[in-house]
């Protein structure tokens, strides 16, 4: 198989990281999660005690800051120097400082310079809000993958009450919260790219949305994918 540059943009709840990582198991492609970056910076930030309003503040830090992937027994974890902060990141507080930090034109300039940095090695299915249309422009292939609000409140509720107990209000108000932020943000908001196909997965198993993706990717590179025996 061709090694691709896909992006697979959405909002919250949407699916794309268990797609995204299905999608990157069938093809043997690396998956980045673009979304723990903006968490990592959120949790660095919340750490040093720098508020999301900031800018100074939040360009000082990521001119410290070194984050980085890095596979091992357990997945992909994300690093901040040294410190493995995979956990850490995933909490209700740092979910929605994570939202606030993103629309700092500063820390979207730090991160874009790294995410593209880590393109250079191709064959990978990179997840976030802006992949296809800031990000990676020419991307070989683009999704957009959408649910509705309610079924993405009800997956991300499921995922994480052990966790946070937080309850489905509570979720799917932050959510609306944070849709919002991402959407109406000037720089960078959540949009699909023009050339991005649209998958509603409201109605669909992550393995159908897979299925979907894999025959769209088999029409851009059909000779490879049929060598590959997919
Ligand atoms: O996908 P996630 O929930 O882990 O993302 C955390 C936040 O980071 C989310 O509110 C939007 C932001 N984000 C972004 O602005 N651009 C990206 N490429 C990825 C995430």
């Known amino acids: 198989m061709k090694n691709l540059l896909i ?15 299905m999608l ?7 998956y980045i999660d673009t979304g723990a970056l903006y968490r990592g910076v959120a949790y660095e930030a919340l750490s040093a005690g720098i508020s999301p309003d900031d800018g100074n503040g939040l360009e000082n830090l990521c001119r410290t800051l070194n984050m980085s992937f890095i596979r091992n027994d357990t997945g992909t974890r994300l690093l901040s ?11 209700p507080e740092i979910t929605m400082l994570a939202s606030a930090v993103s629309a ?12 593209r940095d880590m393109a250079k090695e191709k064959g990978t299915v990179f997840e976030g809000r802006d992949m296809g249309t ?13 649910a509705s609000c309610k079924i993405r409140a009800a997956r991300r509720h499921k995922e994480s009450e052990s966790d946070t107990g937080q309850t489905l209000e509570e979720v799917e108000k932050d959510m609306r919260q944070r ?12 949009n699909p790219a023009m050339d991005a196909i649209i998958i509603d997965s409201t109605d669909f198993s992550a393995q159908e949305v897979v299925e979907q993706m894999l025959s769209y990717i088999k029409v851009i590179s059909r000779k490879e994918y049929t060598k590959c025996g997919l």
């Open 81 to 91: 120097g040294k410190a493995d902060i995979t956990d850490e990141i995933r909490t």
């Open 7 to 21: 992006t697979i943009d959405g909002p919250a709840g949407a699916g794309k990281t268990t797609v995204s990582r």
């Open 104 to 115: 700092r034109p500063v820390v979207r300039k730090y991160l874009l310079n790294i995410q």
């Open 24 to 30: 990157a198991d069938r093809l043997s492609y690396r």
């Open 179 to 190: 849709d919002e932020r991402d959407s109406t943000r000037e720089i960078a908001p959540l």
């Open 134 to 146: 800031v990000v990676f422009p020419d991307a070989d292939m683009k999704f957009f993958l959408d």
